[in-house]
């Protein structure tokens, strides 16, 4: 597809539209090894990456019902990993600060729970908010919860160009905020009112009123159409609001295809949806045991040591990140340090770093990114810690190339860096110190100096975001 339609090693721009279009199509796991190194960092980890390369786990809340069983396995989830623990404005709870190495243990436990992914990390279906309609109100209209619980689970598989958001109002009271959604519904005597096209945001957009006094039968078959016809026509990254504003004829269009079937693509709109249904599978759960992928989630590929990458500091009983300054000096690594006194040292097989991605290695106390460019047949290594924030997440980051130089994408602000020279081609006052790589009988060497000498510059411990930090910090931190 590259060698047709692009040109170079790609980005970490267009990789992951291919990644979600492919998703869309044949809803294959995005984890599998042909996809893995198009995805961005938060799918690749289907979990999303917070402060410091650190992440946050939401499990799947449809309607917003939790069993007691469930919340008290999240509770203990939370307590257990010293995470901090906050509910979310889409009715779900939002556990921050865990590890990579730590995210299949907690899976496992959740799944034990009959917790699925959440897909807070995915271009996709977010959450079903609802209110409590008939099952408890006593203006309610409709089971809100109820439908907002088929509606979540037929569409939580769905990948799109961008997230989506839902809610169903139980009735015109609209304590759901459905008219502020992707898509909604809200309840009347007769069915449901069925709205495209709202959302929040930088740029809030009341939704278009698409159906009136409709069934649920007749909804769902609506938003199935909806949404694949969004899906196949949107931008890379548009959401349903701004796409809907570029969508010639408007709300009556949008109505002749939907409603009418103008294109005469409904049915074919409708099987491809069913598929994506049929063949949906809770990401946690496939991931964790699968001993290959399970293998994917080490700190380091070459020690079962890990290392602390973030400092954290208490607030309202809760651990939480200290404080980013809002600028940081950096004093980039001489090159000519990292060329005295070297030796070539294993740390691991080919196969134990991804093609066209990386994985980090452990090296005294300092982090090394080693990057596998197999489309490019070249390798390289840099230091593991971003110099913008500080954060040892490069590994992480996305790989291609920009006018021939092989560049990686950081995850956490997309800076960008030459692989090969380390130097900053967004930001020229940071660079990476690099170091040279050989691959002999599939084994992976990079030349280096001395443990001590590398640790004085670029040990993890040094160079991460300290709680002085953030006590020090008065109007100068973010």
């Not at 597809?1 to 294959?28: F, Q, R």
């Not at 809340?61 to 979310?88: C, F, R, S």
């Not at 917790?115 to 809100?144: F, I, M, N, P």
């Amino acid at each position: 597809m590259l060698s047709t339609h692009g040109c170079g090693s790609g980005c970490e721009i267009c990789k992951p539209a291919v990644a979600s279009i492919l998703a869309s199509v044949h809803n294959e796991m995005i984890m599998n090894d042909e996809h893995l190194t198009l995805l961005d960092t938060n799918d690749r980890s289907l979990a999303n990456m917070q402060r410091g390369g650190t992440y946050s786990v939401v499990p799947r809340v449809p309607g917003g019902e939790l069993l007691p069983e469930q919340l008290i396995t999240l509770g203990q989830v939370a307590k257990d990993y010293g995470l901090y623990t906050k509910i979310t404005g889409a009715q779900r709870v939002d556990l921050f600060g865990a590890y990579k190495h730590q995210l299949p243990e907690i899976w496992d436990r959740f799944t034990s729970a009959g917790l699925e992914s959440g897909h807070a990390y995915a271009k996709g279906l977010r959450t079903v908010k609802s209110c409590v309609g008939t099952t408890w109100c006593r203006y309610g209209q409709q089971d809100s919860v109820g439908f907002a619980i088929e509606i979540e689970n037929r569409y939580k598989g769905f990948r799109s160009p961008h997230k989506l958001k839902s809610a169903v109002s139980g009735c015109i009271r609209e304590c759901a905020e459905a008219q502020s959604k992707d898509f909604g519904l809200i309840a009347t005597e007769q069915g449901y009112n069925l709205y495209v096209c709202g959302n929040g945001g930088v740029k809030p957009r009341h939704a278009e009123l698409l159906a009136t006094n409709i069934d649920t039968k007749t909804a769902i078959k609506y938003i199935d159409r909806f949404l694949m016809f969004y899906t196949k026509t949107a931008d890379k990254l548009e959401r349903t609001a701004p796409w809907f504003e570029k969508l010639d004829g408007g709300l009556e269009y949008l109505k002749s295809v939907i409603v009418d079937d103008k294109l005469g693509l409904n049915d074919q709109f409708e099987k491809e949806m069913q598929h994506i249904v049929d063949t949906y599978q809770n990401e946690w759960a496939t991931a964790a045991a699968d001993p290959g992928i399970r293998k994917r989630f080490r700190q380091f590929v070459n020690t079962d040591e890990n290392q602390e990458i973030i400092k954290t500091i208490d607030q309202r009983g809760q651990k939480r990140p200290a404080n980013w300054p809002k600028s940081i000096d950096w004093v980039p690594i001489k090159q000519e340090i990292l060329m005295q006194d070297r030796n070539w040292v294993s740390v691991g097989h080919i196969d134990d770093f991804p093609q066209d991605g990386g994985a980090a290695i452990l090296y005294g106390q300092v982090q090394i990114a080693v990057f596998n460019f197999a489309s490019r047949g070249e390798w390289y290594a840099t230091q593991n810690v971003c110099p913008h924030m500080r954060a040892p997440v490069l590994s992480e980051g996305i790989i291609g190339d920009v006018q021939g130089r092989a560049k990686v994408s950081c995850p956490l602000h997309k800076k960008q860096f030459d692989l090969k020279t380390g130097e900053g081609i967004d930001s020229p006052e940071l660079n990476l110190g690099v170091f040279e790589v050989k691959v002999e009988n599939d084994t992976v060497y990079i030349n280096l100096p001395a443990k001590e000498v590398l640790n004085q510059f670029l040990s993890t411990n040094k160079l991460m975001i300290q709680e002085h930090t953030a006590q020090a910090c008065s109007g100068g931190c973010v």
